[in-house]
Each structure stands twice: as C-alpha cells, then as structure tokens.
C-alpha cells in the first residue's frame, strides 16, 4: 500500500487497540463487553495487515491461535470457579476481593472495580475475540494472496 | 400499523436472503445470502425489544422510573452475531479452500458430490 | 449426593474445557494429548451415565446455572430468570446415546488418525461437537438450545471439511453448511417470536404460557422447518449424503448422533412447547407422512450408489425416516391416548439408539475399508473379507440389524413401528417394510460385492483401537438384540413415557410446583 495509507494505519492503530481495550475493560459497565471490544480491536490487526501487506504478519500465525485457546480455556476456567455453589456462580462479586467491590445502591457513573466475575470473563473472551478474529483475517488474507496478486 | 413497519423490513430482507440462496450460483453470493437472512433475523430480535421512548438499559445511568428497552433480545442479538461471524467466516474460508481446488467459484461447475 | 448434582453441567463444560485445553496439551508433548482425551471422555461418559441413573430413579433433574445452589429455583417473581438445565428421561436417553457414539468415535480416532494430519484439530472439533450435543440434549432453555445448535453447526461442519487438501469434503461442508445455518435461522426466527409474544425463553414457562394464536403456529411451521433441515428429513437431505460420504468416519458417525439431538429438539418442541395447543392428528400425520416420504425417498437412492460412503450415508437417512414415523404415529394418537401411540413412541426412540450403533458401526467399518484400500468405490472392491475377517463380521452384523433381522435390535424396534402405524394406516406401515426389504437387498448386494469373492487387491488390516471402537457398537447390537426387553422396559419406556405423558412433571419440576 502506499507510503499515506501505511502512515495513516501507523498513526491509527494504536488507538483502535485502545479503544478495544476501552470497551472490553467497561464491558459489565457500558455497552460492549468481550466480543465487542475484541472485534474492534482485530480491525485495527486488519488494518496493519492490509497496509503492509499480509506476508509479513505469517510469523504471529502460531502465537495467536495459542492466545485464543488460552482465553478460551480461562473463561471455562472461571465458570468452573463457581462450581461450590452452581457453575458460572459469580463467587467474586461483594466479596472485597479482586473487582468485588459492592454495588451502592442508586444511579452512579460506573464503578470499574465491581462484577466480580464478568470483567475478567470479559477479557477471556476478548482475547480470544482479538486472536481469533485476527487470525481469521490473517489467513484469508494469506490464502487469497498467492493467486492475486 | 406503522409500529409493524420494522418487522416488515426484516421479513423483506429475510426474504431477499433466501432468493439469493435459491437463484444465485456463486459460492460466495450464497454466503452473502445467509448473511442477508441473518441481518434479517437479528434486526427482528432488536425490533422486538423495542419500547416506545425507551432509554438503554443500564441500571447504573437511567433516571428513576425511566422505561426501559427490553435488554434480553439485545443480548440474544449479540450472540446470533457472534455465531454469525463464525459461520460466515467458516464459509468464506470453504469457498477460498474450493476456488484454490477447482479455479471457480460456480457452483455448477464444482459439483463433483451428486446422486 | 452433592456431586452428583453438578453432573449435567459438568457434562456438557469438561468437553468444553478438554477441547480447549487440547492444543495446549499438544504443545507440550504428543503423548499427553491422548492420555487427556482419554480422561476428558471418560470423564464425560461417566458423568452421562450419572445423569441418567438419577433421572431414571428420582425423576426430572434442574441445574440452575449461576444460582446459589444448583436446585434453586428459577422463578423468581413469578417470572423465569436464569439458563436452566432440566434433564428428563427423554433427555438423559439422548444423553446415553451421544455418549456412547462419542465413547465409539474417541477410541477410533485413536487408532485411525495415527496418520492423518490435523489429528489435534479433528479432536478438538469432535469435544466441542460432542459438548454442543450435550448441551442440546439438556437445556431447558430455548434460547440455549439454539446456541448449541449453532455450535454443532460450526464444529460438525468443520470436522468434515478441515482436510482442505482435498476439495470434495470441502464441497461437503459448504453444502452443509449452507443447509445448518438456513435451518439454525429459522429456528432463531421462531424463538424469537416466542419471546416476543410471551417475554421469556424457559421451554417449561413457555409451554405453561402458550395459547396457540396464528404466531404461535408460524413459530412451530418454522422450528418444525429448521429442525427437520438440520436432521436430514426428505424435503432437505440432499446435505447429508455428502457430509456422511466425505466426512472422516469417527466424524461421520458423530454428525449422525448430531442429527438425532436436533430429532430431540422437535420431539421436545411437539410433546412439551405445543403439545397443548396443537392439533395433534393433523402434525403427527405430517410428521408420520414426513418420515415415509423419507423411508421412500432415502432407499430408492441408496439402489443407484456406486459408492459405499454414500450407500450408507442414504441408509442413515432413511433411518431418520423411521423414527420421524415411530414418533409422528404416537403423536397423531396422543389427544386419543390410544396404547399404540405410545407403542409407535418407544419404536421410533428404540430406533434412535439402534441407529446409532447399527449406522455407526456401518461407518466405521467402512472408515476402515478406506483406510485398506484406499478407495470406496463399491465396482473397484472385492474379496477384502480375506484380509478383513473381523470388519466383514462387523459389517454384515450391521448389515442385517439395519434391516430389520429377526434376532437382532433393528427388528424389535422395526417391529414396534409396523405394527402401531398399521393401526394408524396400513399404507404408512407398506411403506416401511418396503423400505426394510429393499434396504436388505442393497446392502447385501455391497456386501457380496465388496467382501466376498476372489481377492482383487491387498487390503491393510484394522488397528486394534479401530477394532475395539466397532466392538464396542457391535456388543451394543447384540446385546439389545439378545434382550430387547430389558432395554425398552428400563431405557426407551421411561423416555417414551417421559414424552407421552410426562409433560406435567417437567413444567413442574422447573417451575416449581
């Protein structure tokens, strides 16, 4: 691609990764979550892809199907973690722990720290989302550009 | 009746979708097709959960009393899209797996599988 | 017993986990990948079996996913909030099944895809598939069941098209991709109907609520539609002879499974979601005419195959015909309550396990033929009964109890079918003895021609695991041949009866009195 696309991309890409990570971290506070969050963050991966061309990114082929597995594995993880009570219990929700800061009653502007849980599921399924979704951009893309081009 | 207008458009779009799949021969177009009927099928989830001067749903944000849409079918919508990209993703990936076999797209002309 | 209640939901969530934690394993090293899979999947058939001894003995399990604890309920303001789980006998029967063809298709795996590539990638596939058929089988939940619909879609597509290097699977996977996600919309479509007529998705709520309006029987039209696709009945099979044909076999016998959970679903949707407000002559004789078209069309196929893939893939479907005609003759009998309603009901379930093991151990026999010969093209094989004296044993035991043999199960559960939709009307019944006796005369003839007779070409023998695999399908047939008594009084009766008569128990086992 030429030299304003791949400069423009340069500039850009780290904020959509921001972003994406913006709206999976609020994904139990605002509208968004896991999936959401990583879609956004796997275009700014195509974005790269596309400007520098999709043979350069061949080597994060392995290392991203390996992420998306693990934040597979961590989301079952955490609804096993409920298994004392029912699976998928949100045992750290009021409990003072990690995000479990209680809810006060009443409007408030979103508390990060409450959800027990969800956030961290958020960012399992975020991971995945950003792995999978860039690896299936990535090898379409390579797949495609042995003919065309 | 102007309220049913959004249902309409959904049964119109699921409708474009499935003469997609009946009368176009590309693998490709067919996949757009099923895309079709699903945005058909999710904007009826979204419709449904439809209230009239509704605010989002987010406990935390409303004003008191405020009505609500329905926050069920947004997240049935969220999920009939997530498996919706993996489909489509899986198809398109078929179909670049069977043009790198065969050289076309056609799919009468890629029939090998009949009777 | 505070284990045993987690038992549903750890059945459907340690596939889940095994088949994520599978490429991790295989990082590490190669041996501990197979020594995992093992532990996941007998783990998972042990937890099945836990789930059906309790609901057998105690009645309808409920897992209330994220409660408290796990028998809380799930209404709560007069108003379902939580996935439920709730595992009748319809369920827990179905359970049995998708474990046991899981059980057949993992020790074949073992030994079959030694040499293939992407053995990780099949194996994982397959945990998901089989979490999917689970997760299916034990949802109460409309919405729920609809995403394990999906991820059976995903995953059994893929299991048949993930050898990319060769295009014909592939082809298979889109046609039946294609047909899975049309058929998953509409049943997508119909819930939501459901839920916005009567703002909830629990089966159990929706059928203590349903009044049968004009949505009411469009949202039944289209699951009846959806599901039926996704099972392979006539008017929408044109998928399955290719899917069973390309598909690996320890693949192919799976999707086969698969088929009979989205059977499960209708069979849940007709005798629990609408059995109040259907009209039930009018949609047992079309479920009943559905499944002897399927009989007709599925057989007359099969005579023209010249590959034994695919001879046995339209032998599966036509064996979805039988069920779909053992249970729509019970419900065209149910506002009557006629004794032979429930007589065609246990046929057609009996027949769902009999298919399973009969069709499966079909399949896998002629995985093995491939694997021999390399080729299944029935013209260029012949006389492997030389060099595959055990596989030719399995497949002519398969043989003659998908026909319908005396001895052996397919004739008990057969006999149950003729007999109750006689009652109901004799053409039905014609058809599906006719359907019996041709399917005999093909498949004797592919036997005959591909086993017997003068040795045409080396074949290389089966491994043990592959051996071990139709073993166990194989001591399945003959046990439910020896005593199909003992099976229809302890497995099929109480899940025909749990259908028949039982949906009074499962609302109030879910909504609490």
């Given at each position: 691609?030429?030299?304003?696309?791949?400069?423009?991309?340069?500039?850009?890409?780290?904020?959509?990764?921001?972003?994406?990570?913006?709206?999976?971290?609020?994904?139990?506070?605002?509208?968004?979550?896991?999936?959401?969050?990583?879609?956004?963050?796997?275009?700014?991966?195509?974005?790269?892809?596309?400007?520098?061309?999709?043979?350069?990114?061949?080597?994060?082929?392995?290392?991203?199907?390996?992420?998306?597995?693990?934040?597979?594995?961590?989301?079952?993880?955490?609804?096993?973690?409920?298994?004392?009570?029912?699976?998928?219990?949100?045992?750290?929700?009021?409990?003072?722990?990690?995000?479990?800061?209680?809810?006060?009653?009443?409007?408030?502007?979103?508390?990060?720290?409450?959800?027990?849980?969800?956030?961290?599921?958020?960012?399992?399924?975020?991971?995945?989302?950003?792995?999978?979704?860039?690896?299936?951009?990535?090898?379409?893309?390579?797949?495609?550009?042995?003919?065309?081009? | 009746?102007?309220?049913?207008?959004?249902?309409?458009?959904?049964?119109?779009?699921?409708?474009?979708?499935?003469?997609?799949?009946?009368?176009?021969?590309?693998?490709?177009?067919?996949?757009?097709?099923?895309?079709?009927?699903?945005?058909?099928?999710?904007?009826?989830?979204?419709?449904?959960?439809?209230?009239?001067?509704?605010?989002?749903?987010?406990?935390?944000?409303?004003?008191?009393?405020?009505?609500?849409?329905?926050?069920?079918?947004?997240?049935?919508?969220?999920?009939?899209?997530?498996?919706?990209?993996?489909?489509?993703?899986?198809?398109?990936?078929?179909?670049?797996?069977?043009?790198?076999?065969?050289?076309?797209?056609?799919?009468?002309?890629?029939?090998?599988?009949?009777? | 017993?505070?284990?045993?209640?987690?038992?549903?939901?750890?059945?459907?969530?340690?596939?889940?986990?095994?088949?994520?934690?599978?490429?991790?394993?295989?990082?590490?090293?190669?041996?501990?990948?197979?020594?995992?899979?093992?532990?996941?999947?007998?783990?998972?058939?042990?937890?099945?079996?836990?789930?059906?001894?309790?609901?057998?003995?105690?009645?309808?399990?409920?897992?209330?996913?994220?409660?408290?604890?796990?028998?809380?309920?799930?209404?709560?303001?007069?108003?379902?909030?939580?996935?439920?789980?709730?595992?009748?006998?319809?369920?827990?029967?179905?359970?049995?099944?998708?474990?046991?063809?899981?059980?057949a298709s993992l020790v074949y795996s073992f030994g079959f895809l030694k040499e293939e590539q992407g053995k990780t990638l099949a194996m994982t596939l397959f945990f998901l598939l089989w979490a999917g058929m689970l997760?299916?089988?034990?949802?109460?939940?409309?919405?729920?069941?609809?995403?394990?619909?999906?991820?059976?879609?995903?995953?059994?597509?893929?299991?048949?098209?993930?050898?990319?290097?060769?295009?014909?699977?592939?082809?298979?996977?889109?046609?039946?991709?294609?047909?899975?996600?049309?058929?998953?919309?509409?049943?997508?479509?119909?819930?939501?109907?459901?839920?916005?007529?009567?703002?909830?998705?629990?089966?159990?709520?929706?059928?203590?609520?349903?009044?049968?309006?004009?949505?009411?029987?469009?949202?039944?039209?289209?699951?009846?539609?959806?599901?039926?696709?996704?099972?392979?009945?006539?008017?929408?099979?044109?998928?399955?002879?290719?899917?069973?044909?390309?598909?690996?076999?320890?693949?192919?016998?799976?999707?086969?499974?698969?088929?009979?959970?989205?059977?499960?679903?209708?069979?849940?949707?007709?005798?629990?979601?609408?059995?109040?407000?259907?009209?039930?002559?009018?949609?047992?004789?079309?479920?009943?005419?559905?499944?002897?078209?399927?009989?007709?069309?599925?057989?007359?196929?099969?005579?023209?195959?010249?590959?034994?893939?695919?001879?046995?893939?339209?032998?599966?479907?036509?064996?979805?015909?039988?069920?779909?005609?053992?249970?729509?003759?019970?419900?065209?009998?149910?506002?009557?309550?006629?004794?032979?309603?429930?007589?065609?009901?246990?046929?057609?379930?009996?027949?769902?396990?009999?298919?399973?093991?009969?069709?499966?151990?079909?399949?896998?026999?002629?995985?093995?033929?491939?694997?021999?010969?390399?080729?299944?093209?029935?013209?260029?094989?012949?006389?492997?009964?030389?060099?595959?004296?055990?596989?030719?044993?399995?497949?002519?035991?398969?043989?003659?109890?998908?026909?319908?043999?005396?001895?052996?199960?397919?004739?008990?559960?057969?006999?149950?079918?003729?007999?109750?939709?006689?009652?109901?009307?004799?053409?039905?019944?014609?058809?599906?003895?006719?359907?019996?006796?041709?399917?005999?005369?093909?498949?004797?003839?592919?036997?005959?021609?591909?086993?017997?007779?003068?040795?045409?070409?080396?074949?290389?023998?089966?491994?043990?695991?592959?051996?071990?695999?139709?073993?166990?399908?194989?001591?399945?047939?003959?046990?439910?041949?020896?005593?199909?008594?003992?099976?229809?009084?302890?497995?099929?009766?109480?899940?025909?009866?749990?259908?028949?008569?039982?949906?009074?128990?499962?609302?109030?086992?879910?909504?609490?009195?």
């Open positions: 691609m030429t030299v304003v696309v791949r400069t423009v991309a340069r500039i850009i890409a780290p904020m959509i990764l921001a972003f994406g990570g913006y709206v999976i971290m609020h994904g139990h506070l605002t509208p968004g979550g896991g999936f959401q969050g990583g879609a956004v963050a796997a275009s700014a991966l195509a974005l790269l892809a596309i400007s520098f061309g999709f043979g350069r990114w061949k080597g994060i082929k392995a290392p991203l199907s390996f992420l998306e597995d693990l934040g597979a594995l961590a989301f079952v993880a955490l609804g096993f973690l409920g298994i004392g009570y029912t699976f998928f219990r949100n045992v750290l929700a009021a409990s003072g722990g990690l995000f479990g800061a209680p809810v006060p009653p009443g409007p408030n502007p979103g508390l990060l720290e409450t959800g027990g849980t969800l956030p961290l599921m958020n960012w399992a399924v975020g991971l995945k989302v950003i792995a999978g979704l860039g690896s299936v951009v990535l090898l379409l893309g390579l797949f495609g550009g042995e003919d065309d081009r | 009746m102007i309220g049913n207008l959004p249902f309409v458009v959904c049964m119109i779009l699921v409708g474009l979708g499935l003469w997609t799949l009946l009368s176009r021969r590309n693998l490709i177009k067919l996949a757009i097709g099923i895309t079709l009927i699903e945005s058909g099928v999710n904007l009826f989830l979204v419709a449904l959960g439809y209230v009239e001067r509704g605010v989002a749903p987010i406990y935390t944000y409303a004003p008191p009393r405020a009505k609500m849409v329905l926050p069920t079918p947004q997240a049935l919508t969220l999920t009939s899209i997530v498996i919706g990209l993996a489909t489509t993703a899986l198809m398109l990936a078929f179909a670049v797996v069977i043009y790198r076999h065969r050289g076309t797209l056609d799919a009468r002309k890629i029939r090998e599988l009949r009777g | 017993m505070t284990f045993g209640v987690h038992a549903p939901i750890l059945a459907i969530a340690v596939p889940l986990l095994g088949a994520f934690a599978l490429p991790v394993f295989t990082k590490l090293h190669r041996s501990l990948r197979d020594i995992w899979a093992a532990a996941v999947g007998a783990f998972t058939c042990a937890m099945v079996i836990t789930v059906a001894v309790q609901v057998f003995t105690s009645g309808v399990q409920v897992y209330t996913l994220g409660a408290a604890s796990p028998t809380a309920s799930v209404v709560q303001g007069g108003f379902p909030i939580r996935i439920v789980l709730a595992v009748d006998g319809m369920s827990a029967f179905m359970g049995l099944i998708s474990a046991l063809v899981g059980l997760g299916m089988e034990y949802t109460g939940d409309m919405f729920n069941f609809f995403v394990f619909l999906e991820v059976t879609s995903i995953a059994a597509c893929s299991l048949v098209g993930y050898r990319t290097w060769e295009s014909a699977p592939v082809e298979a996977a889109f046609k039946t991709m294609a047909m899975y996600t049309v058929g998953g919309l509409l049943v997508l479509l119909s819930i939501g109907i459901l839920y916005g007529e009567y703002g909830a998705l629990n089966i159990a709520y929706l059928s203590s609520k349903v009044v049968g309006s004009q949505l009411d029987k469009i949202a039944l039209g289209l699951l009846l539609g959806g599901l039926l696709m996704k099972a392979g009945a006539v008017p929408a099979h044109m998928w399955a002879p290719d899917a069973y044909g390309e598909a690996p076999a320890q693949a192919a016998i799976v999707l086969v499974a698969n088929t009979q959970a989205s059977l499960y679903g209708l069979w849940r949707v007709l005798f629990t979601l609408f059995v109040g407000v259907l009209s039930a002559p009018a949609v047992g004789w079309l479920v009943a005419s559905l499944g002897a078209l399927t009989i007709l069309v599925a057989v007359l196929a099969a005579v023209t195959q010249r590959d034994l893939g695919r001879l046995i893939a339209y032998g599966a479907v036509s064996q979805i015909g039988y069920m779909l005609l053992g249970v729509g003759v019970g419900l065209a009998a149910l506002s009557s309550r006629q004794d032979w309603g429930l007589v065609a009901m246990k046929g057609g379930i009996f027949h769902m396990l009999n298919d399973a093991a009969t069709v499966g151990l079909l399949m896998l026999a002629a995985g093995v033929v491939r694997r021999a010969t390399g080729t299944k093209d029935l013209a260029s094989l012949g006389g492997l009964g030389h060099d595959l004296k055990w596989t030719s044993g399995f497949f002519l035991l398969g043989v003659l109890a998908l026909a319908g043999i005396p001895p052996l199960n397919g004739f008990a559960s057969k006999f149950l079918i003729y007999e109750s939709s006689f009652r109901l009307s004799p053409i039905l019944a014609a058809i599906a003895v006719l359907g019996s006796i041709l399917l005999l005369a093909v498949f004797a003839r592919a036997f005959q021609g591909a086993f017997l007779g003068p040795r045409l070409r080396e074949a290389r023998p089966a491994s043990p695991a592959m051996l071990a695999a139709m073993g166990i399908l194989a001591a399945v047939i003959l046990a439910m041949g020896l005593a199909p008594g003992f099976f229809v009084e302890h497995l099929v009766g109480p899940a025909a009866e749990a259908l028949w008569r039982g949906r009074d128990l499962y609302l109030a086992a879910v909504l609490g009195g």
